[in-house]
């Protein structure tokens, strides 16, 4: 079965995150593409999504330009695996404040039923690398790269968490939506990647 992998062109590392999907799929022995996505059109025919991080108010105000909030709306709510880093995170997230400026009011796809607070490490130790341990990825640390990064302040009965950092949660899961703070496509490890394709391939045998 061949997949097309989505990721998300407006902003951000994009290149980085084909990479590692790239790797992903090679890691798995697969065929498959990886395609930018910025129109409405093209989320059409995605079978999973990859959200890069950046920055997030850019990010929401040219997908809103675009028109293409509800359609990501109502691809990841009939079941499209997606995976949204950092700023992706945040644009998957339904409400977001940030630590000093307070609540943001950008415009997000709002799926994931978390509260995020940006900046939330602290200008002071904005970025920093660190290993955390993430189950659902198995065995051995993953590296997780936190560049000026949220987390998540509060969460629906839905959401799981799948690893935490300084005793804040800071990647999450909800059905087949992912979200993490930090920048995976940065790890030299495709793990994250790797289960985010598992998960399209999932959902595709199932239509
Ligand atoms: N601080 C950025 C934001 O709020 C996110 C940073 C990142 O994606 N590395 O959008």
Do not use: W
């Amino acid at each position: 079965m061949t997949l097309t992998i989505g990721v998300l062109g407006f902003q951000g590392d994009i290149e980085e995150n084909v990479a590692a999907t790239r790797q992903a799929m090679d890691e798995l022995k697969m065929t498959g593409r990886v395609q930018l996505v910025r129109y409405a059109e093209d989320m059409e025919k995605i079978d999973a999504l990859i959200l890069p991080g950046g920055e997030s108010t850019v990010q929401s105000t040219l997908a809103a330009i675009q028109r293409s909030l509800p359609v990501l709306k109502k691809r990841i709510a009939e079941g499209m695996p997606v995976l949204g880093t950092c700023a992706g995170m945040i644009m998957l997230s339904k409400r977001v404040f940030d630590r000093v400026v307070g609540e943001t009011k950008q415009k997000t796809i709002g799926n994931l039923d978390i509260v995020i607070e940006r900046n939330a490490f602290g200008r002071q130790n904005e970025s920093f690398e660190t290993d955390l341990k993430i189950d659902m990825l198995g065995k051995g640390a993953f590296k997780g790269v936190f560049i000026r990064a949220p987390a998540v302040a509060e969460m629906g009965k839905d959401v799981e968490v799948i690893a935490r950092h300084a005793g804040k949660a800071v990647a999450v899961r909800q059905k087949n939506i992912i979200g993490t703070a930090f920048h995976p496509e940065l790890a030299g490890d495709a793990r994250m990647h790797k289960q985010i394709v598992k998960m399209a391939l999932e959902q595709k045998r199932k239509r």
